[in-house]
């Protein structure tokens, strides 16, 4: 891990047979400085439809809690296409350069069941400042379409970015998928999965030249008996159902001690007797499991695959840890070229505003330095 981060100039000295010298101080990009990053205003042109695709019936997800809608997301337009299908945008932030610029492909989260593009290009102001266009997706969620459909949604993404490269400037040759939880998973997958995600008119890809993943999911059969993500994972590979709800206790429940576990009537020698709530969706069927592994990044790590960065909470209880920990170990085996910046303490996200500056500047210097950026 780098640990000079912030260097303004840096001089090299070198000694010869003639005495020391100096060589010309080189002055570091820009975007190092985090005072840049909101210097570059892009042009932006919103509610693209990239796809009209259909909806696909999900009872996984139609049994499930609504999971509500996050602040900051775009509000939903009115379809222009037959009942029974969903129009698709992409938000596109253009920015001014003489050349064809690096596309960052933005994949947003949710677990796979809720989300959608962010209304404002703030948080991309760092990648702006490095000369980078950013293209922001949208997928069906769970509800709109079981897996794999998110992961086809986002495939057909770019290749409307390989489509569209001339009118918006972009350089097809250097795009760079980018996202967050389930955004990261598809991410991976964006530039990990074979040709045969790419649906009818979107098999044209374009050139990934690396992968920005943040915090996501790279063994999703993994995901489906973690307590943190198995919710939303069935909704999502959606060949289950709920089980049914756990029945009330025939005596009132007196109040529970701290912990998960519920307390109901007492045992014969008066100590109270414990249960712990019902699981909420069955074992995994070895269906399900193929379907889980089909849509995982881990299934498709092979030699030449694009460089990788990772980042990481250690204590992250929605994903377990150690999927990124298996993908970096996987990625090496492959001599994939790769790095990965572990937050210590750091959870799913929400990581301190000092470390998500460390993060972006890693992943800027980790562009530069397998050719993304110049």
């Known amino acids: 891990m780098r640990n000079l981060l912030f260097a303004v100039w840096m001089v090299v000295t070198l000694t010869a047979a003639g005495g020391a010298q100096t060589a010309a101080p080189t002055a570091v990009p820009a975007w190092e400085d985090p005072a840049n990053w909101n210097s570059v205003k892009p042009v932006e042109t919103d509610n693209i439809v990239y796809a009209q695709v259909p909806r696909v019936p999900n009872p996984s997800a139609a049994a499930s809690a609504d999971p509500g809608s996050p602040n900051g997301i775009r509000a939903a337009v009115p379809n222009t296409g037959p009942a029974g299908t969903m129009d698709l945008h992409v938000d596109v932030y ?75 400037n972009f350089d097809p040759n250097n795009v760079v998928p980018w996202g967050g939880s389930a955004g990261g998973h598809l991410a991976l997958m964006a530039g990990y999965a074979p040709a045969s995600f790419n649906v009818p008119g979107c098999t044209d890809q374009p050139r990934v030249t690396a992968i920005l993943d943040m915090y996501g999911a790279s063994d999703v059969a993994s995901a489906l008996t973690y307590h943190g993500s198995m919710d939303f994972t069935h909704q999502w590979i959606g060949l289950d159902l709920p089980l049914p709800a756990d029945p009330a206790p025939a005596v009132p429940a007196a109040t529970p001690p701290s912990g998960s576990a519920t307390v109901e009537s007492a045992n014969p020698d008066g100590m109270p007797r414990t249960r712990r709530p019902t699981p909420r969706w069955p074992d995994p069927t070895e269906a399900v ?75 800027l210097q980790f562009l530069r330095a397998n050719g993304v950026l110049q």
């Open 94 to 168: 253009q920015v001014p350069s003489s050349k064809p610029t690096p596309v960052i492909l933005q994949i947003h989260g949710g677990g796979w069941i809720r989300g959608d593009r962010p209304t404002s290009y703030r948080s991309f102001g760092p990648f702006l400042a490095a000369g980078m266009s950013v293209v922001t997706v949208e997928y069906r969620n769970a509800k709109d379409a079981p897996a794999p459909g998110a992961i086809e949604d986002v495939r057909c993404a770019m290749a409307w970015v390989k489509r569209n490269a001339a009118k918006y």
């Open 289 to 363: 499991l193929a379907r889980a592994r089909e849509a995982s990044p881990l299934t498709y790590i092979h030699p030449g695959l694009p460089p990788t960065f990772i980042i990481n909470g250690d204590n992250d209880h929605t994903y377990e840890p150690t999927q990124s920990y298996r993908l970096k170990a996987a990625l090496d085996a492959a001599h994939v070229p790769n790095e990965e910046d572990i937050v210590v303490g750091g959870g799913h996200g929400n990581f301190s505003a000092a470390e998500n500056q460390k993060g972006t500047i890693l992943m």
